[in-house]
């Protein structure tokens, strides 16, 4: 069966410092990967998504993610973390299924931001 | 404005009480899907829908229905609430499945009592 694990329930990091996020997945064929982020009281928005082509994709608010196939990762990263970065971020996996599609999400890791 | 809509955005109800939570998105998408969201176990699909008609179950169904008699609605039925069900309820939709963003509702917090 499909899985996401996202190891850190919550990191915290320096305003400024660099910033990744930790995805694995488990998935018999080639996934659809994506990453969202959820603001407090809000629904979720997509930062980036992967499923063929160039493994380091870029996304919005200067985020980007490796797919790593070896190691069954997908890890978010950012170079520099402003304050507004605080939130919950979710890795997802799509998976084809016979006639059908399924998204699945893992628990989330929730980013605080020291001054 | 493209957008997924929910109603309501809040319900308090007893168990056992049949109730449904609407969702209509106006960007023309294929793929519909609801998901629960509970503290630390992120979102778990409970149905989708890749087209009018075709409705498929998710990880959660128990306890739910859904139906797709129109491309923009998508509605989520809770035949006999149980407070487990008490929880975060997103709708969401994407042009088509697949490598395709799925635009999130604002959510509904329902509490079963």
């Known amino acids: 069966a499909q899985s996401v694990t996202q190891p850190d329930i919550h990191i915290t990091v320096s305003e400024g410092a660099s910033l990744e996020l930790r995805c694995n997945y488990s998935?018999?064929?080639?996934?659809?990967l994506f990453w969202y982020v959820q603001s407090p009281g809000q629904g979720l928005q997509l930062l980036l998504k992967?499923?063929?082509?160039?493994?380091l994709v870029q996304g919005i608010k200067g985020f980007e993610a490796e797919f790593k196939r070896s190691q069954s990762s997908f890890n978010l990263r950012k170079p520099s973390v402003h304050w507004s970065d605080a939130a919950e971020y979710f890795c997802?996996?799509?998976?084809?299924?016979?006639?059908?599609?399924?998204?699945?999400f893992g628990a989330g890791t929730r980013l605080f931001v020291k001054a | 404005e493209a957008q997924v809509t929910q109603n309501p955005r809040y319900l308090i109800t007893v168990t056992g009480k049949k109730l449904t939570v609407t969702c209509s998105q106006n960007m023309n998408h294929e793929y519909m899907s609801w998901y629960r969201q509970d503290p630390g176990l992120g979102l778990r699909q409970i149905y989708y829908?890749?087209?009018?008609?075709?409705?498929d179950k998710g990880d959660v169904p128990e306890g739910y229905k859904v139906s797709r008699k129109e491309k923009r609605n998508f509605p989520l039925i809770l035949e006999s609430p149980s407070p487990n069900q008490t929880s975060l309820y997103f709708c969401?939709?994407?042009?088509?499945?697949?490598?395709?963003?799925?635009?999130f509702g604002p959510g509904t917090r329902l509490t079963v009592t």
């Open positions: 969401a939709s994407s042009l088509i499945a697949g490598d395709n963003e799925q635009y």
């Open positions: 829908s890749m087209n009018v008609e075709v409705t």
């Open positions: 998935y018999g064929a080639t996934p659809y």
């Open positions: 997802a996996v799509g998976a084809r299924e016979t006639g059908g599609f399924k998204t699945i």
């Open positions: 992967y499923f063929s082509g160039d493994t």
